[in-house]
């Protein structure tokens, strides 16, 4: 039995590891070896505005599962752990068509060419079409933590067990598969692919980066991001577990316990490398790279040297999510269901909401200067600011 699994168990067994203050924190959110840093007062620079606000689901049901809404043609898709899907008007928050599936929905949504998207416990591949209406199932090796992706009528899944999937958008029949190893321990979280240019790019859990075609799943490239260390195996974990980020024909990464890295796009070969560990993920603008380290704390480095530019430390052990850009601004969720608004270019608190009371997992999602959070108990806020 792969330990992936049981890794709860054998963080309970090792507690005395040097590595058991992050393990804790990323299963529940709290790091019960050090309290959340209180939150004080800050002056409010920026009016943050709630368009509309509402639950529309059981969200990730006490389960560590980020369940990131996706957006498509200006409806949002969300997806819960007890299996219902939903479409919202991504501009008023009206509800446009829901489906019960009786599915333990653990990786999802997904959204593209009319075709919604969610994988379970069980490896079962669900696809609806945008309108709501089922198309197919398919099952594939294992669970699927994150969400299936698809573009040129091709659906890639990654699931648990190390595999990549490539299946037929139209009726979910396997096309290729691309294996790989999985490490005797790592942390329970799989980083979704990107689909770029007829490339998949996705993160493996040994460090590991890889390119490969979207069309055959041949292996264009692959890069370690960061070399296993350490006497014991939680030592030695450097798992990627959050999704790359392309822009202008580079990747930027992070990994558990390794590295923040620049790779090229057509070569995979790395520019830079910080000595930063996350699992929460990155965001990035014309000019920064925005990491959440695996302390919460939110950095900023250069795009082009990877040389720091702020770190805000007042998060600290808050769960903070990844951050995400939303014009001159950073914004990251947080245990308590704050969102926290960062000027971009000095770390400086700028403005603060609580739009719930829940702890928010899946990173806030912008599209068109509006910004989706989803809590973990399914309450959805959009959001923009003045």
Known sequence: MRLKSLL???????????????????????????PP??????????????????????GSDEQYLKLTPAIYDNKVFTADSQGNLSALDATNGSVIWRADTDLPITGGPGAGPDLVLFGTREGQIVAYNTAGEFL???????E????????????????????????????????????????????????????????????????????????SGRLVWETAISQASGRSEL????????????????????????????????????????????????????????VTDDESNVWALDR???????????????AATAPVSIGDYVVVGDLEGYLHWMDSSTGEFIARHQFTKERIIAPPVVRQDILYAYSSNGRLGAFTYQ
């Open 304 to 318: 082009s040297s990877g040389s720091s530019v702020w770190k805000q430390e007042a998060l600290r052990a808050r």
């Open 136 to 142: 197919w199932q398919a099952r594939v090796s294992s």
């Open 235 to 290: 030592e030695r974990m450097v798992d990627i577990d959050s999704e790359p980020v392309i822009r202008d024909g580079v990747i930027y990464v992070a990994t558990f316990q390794g590295n923040i890295a620049a790779v090229e796009l057509e070569t995979g070969r790395i520019q830079w490398t910080r000595d930063i560990s996350s699992y929460a993920g990155l965001a990035v603008d014309r000019h920064h790279v925005y």
């Open 8 to 34: 709860l168990l054998c963080v309970v067994a090792l507690s005395a590891c040097s590595t058991m203050k992050k393990i804790n924190q990323h299963f529940t959110g709290v790091d019960n070896t050090e």
């Open 144 to 215: 699927v933590l994150a969400a299936p992706q698809t573009d040129d009528d091709i659906v890639v899944v990654r699931t648990i067990d190390g595999k990549l999937s490539g299946m037929s958008g139209r009726s979910g029949e396997r096309l290729w598969t691309y294996d790989r190893t999985v490490p005797a321990l790592t942390l329970r979280g799989t980083s979704a692919p990107i689909l770029h240019t007829g490339l998949v790019i996705t993160g493996f859990d040994g460090g590991k980066l890889s390119a490969l075609e979207l069309n």
């Open 37 to 58: 840093t209180p939150l004080t007062a800050i002056a409010q620079r920026l009016t943050v505005i709630e368009v509309w606000n509402k639950n529309i689901g059981k």
